[in-house]
């Protein structure tokens, strides 16, 4: 079985800083990996993923993840925090079959 | 263009009674998705359906849940004789085929059962 963990329900950054929230996964097989994002009484929206080659990879936002297979881990960066970006994000993990798992979700509150 | 719309976006129910809820995806995409989220267990996989193949129910959490899709393109989540751990936002999601492919979520449909 495939699962995800977020270890960390809540990651405060003030505005200007660097911000990584955390991902580490287990999957049998090579992993396809995502991170979403859920803004208050919005939907999940698609921010990358992982699929092959590179291991950084840069998506929506200024948002950035590294994948790292030694470790499963699966970071979301983002160089610089706005306060826009306060939101809750999900890692999620393709293995063998065709749905996502998804880890339990990390609040990101970032203070002007 | 237009995204994964899903209706009703809010819906109470008395324990017991029977709800649909409706999910129509983006244009061309083969793989359609039924998600929940709930305070206690997250986001749960229910029912994947790719093209014109058998659906993937290996996450219906009993059989009081069943899924259709027609012509490919709209599905219907049905919940039978819904109780109150029912209650939770139902996700659908698209995507253009699958499991390398970013899936797209509408806005959810929010279920609660009195």
Known sequence: AQS??????????????????????????NPYLFWYV??????????????TGDN???????????????????HLKKPSALVSDSALYF?????AGNMLTFGGGTRLMVKP | GAG???????KVT???KDVELRCDPIS???????????????????IYFQGNSAPDKSGLPSDRFSA?????????????????????VYLCASSLYSKSYEQYFGPGTRLTVT
């Open chain 2, 14 to 16: 008395e324990k017991g």
């Open chain 2, 28 to 46: 061309g995409h083969t793989a359609l998705y039924w998600y929940r989220q709930s305070l206690g267990q997250g986001l749960e996989f229910l």
């Open chain 1, 4 to 29: 995800v963990a977020q270890p960390e329900d809540q990651v405060n950054v003030a505005e200007g800083n660097p911000l990584t929230v955390k991902c580490t996964y287990s999957v049998s097989g």
């Open chain 2, 4 to 10: 994964v719309s899903q209706s009703p976006s809010n």
């Open chain 2, 68 to 88: 259709e899709r027609t012509g490919g393109s709209v599905s219907t989540l049905t919940i039978q004789r819904t109780q109150q751990e029912d209650s939770a």
């Open chain 1, 56 to 74: 950084l990879v840069k998506g929506s936002y200024g948002f950035e993840a590294e994948f790292n297979k030694s470790q499963t881990s699966f």
């Open chain 1, 91 to 95: 890692c999620a993990v393709v293995g």
């Open chain 1, 38 to 51: 859920q803004y208050p009484n919005r939907g999940l929206q698609f921010l990358l993923k992982y699929i």
